[in-house]
T-cell receptor, first 114, second 114 residues
Framework: SQQGEEDPQALSIQEGENATMNCSYK?????LQWYRQNSGRGLVHLIL?????REKHSGRLRVTLDTSKKSSSLLITASRAADTASYFC??????????????FGTGTRLTIIP | NAGVTQTPKFQVLKTGQSMTLQCAQD?????MYWYRQDPGMGLRLIYY???????DKGEVPNGYNVSRLNKREFSLRLESAAPSQTSVYFC?????????????FGPGTRLTVL
């Protein structure tokens, strides 16, 4: 089953507004990552937050993590038309072989209205 | 650098036919992954290879086999395709940097099984 559940499933906002997406998960994690997927394309890594961190920034992106509530949020500030995409959270756990396995959420479809 | 490449981009099969999806990466990554993405859902891990010579099952391995041919190449085989395997398949590779694995994705293979 999916590790992460995201809400909202879809979000439409005006260009320049901020967009917030939420992710909840079920078990302990090594870190949590956010990816973007443009229509018909592969996923692109955006930002990572470790399990011992509470907040991380990267450009217009801000991610928070609350391990007690098993939830994370991604904030995109001053949105642009080019931000239109699907956004996925992914929880990372260590595999039997020492690499990380990701479990993806169901995604939020973000549409920026010019 | 081409990154992660996948062939073919599109494929239509009849039920019971077999085929192999090819994936190659030129980033010298140790770990490689195969995912499937169904409409409105996140990615689900089929199989992964933590390093050359190792493979392990993911969340949805039934009906698939994999081969890690060398460090660069990781193939996914459908021995007897079923309509339930209609999906978009993504290959990814990762390396451990600063204590976590960032995954890089290929463009995907869109498979339809009739």
């Amino acid at each position: 089953s999916q590790q992460g559940e995201e809400d909202p499933q879809a979000l439409s906002i005006q260009e320049g507004e901020n967009a917030t997406m939420n992710c909840s998960y079920k078990t302990s994690i090594n870190n949590l990552q956010w990816y973007r997927q443009n229509s018909g394309r592969g996923l692109v890594h955006l930002i990572l937050i470790r399990s011992n961190e509470r907040e991380k920034h990267s450009g217009r992106l801000r991610v928070t993590l609350d391990t007690s509530k098993k939830s994370s949020s991604l904030l995109i500030t001053a949105s642009r038309a080019a931000d239109t995409a699907s956004y996925f959270c992914a929880t990372a756990r260590i595999s039997n072989f020492g690499n990380e396995k990701l479990t993806f959420g169901t995604g939020t479809r973000l549409t920026i209205i010019p | 650098n081409a990154g992660v490449t996948q062939t073919p981009k599109f494929q239509v099969l009849k039920t019971g036919q077999s085929m192999t999806l090819q994936c190659a990466q030129d980033m010298n990554h140790n770990s490689m992954y195969w995912y499937r993405q169904d409409p409105g859902m996140g990615l689900r891990l089929i199989y992964y290879s933590a390093s050359e010579g190792t493979t392990d099952k993911g969340e949805v391995p039934n009906g698939y086999n994999v081969s890690r041919l060398n460090k660069r190449e990781f193939s996914l085989r459908l021995e007897s395709a079923a309509p339930s395997q209609t999906s978009v398949y993504f290959c990814a590779s990762s390396h451990r940097d600063r204590g976590y694995d960032e995954q890089f994705f290929g463009p995907g293979t869109r498979l339809t099984v009739l």
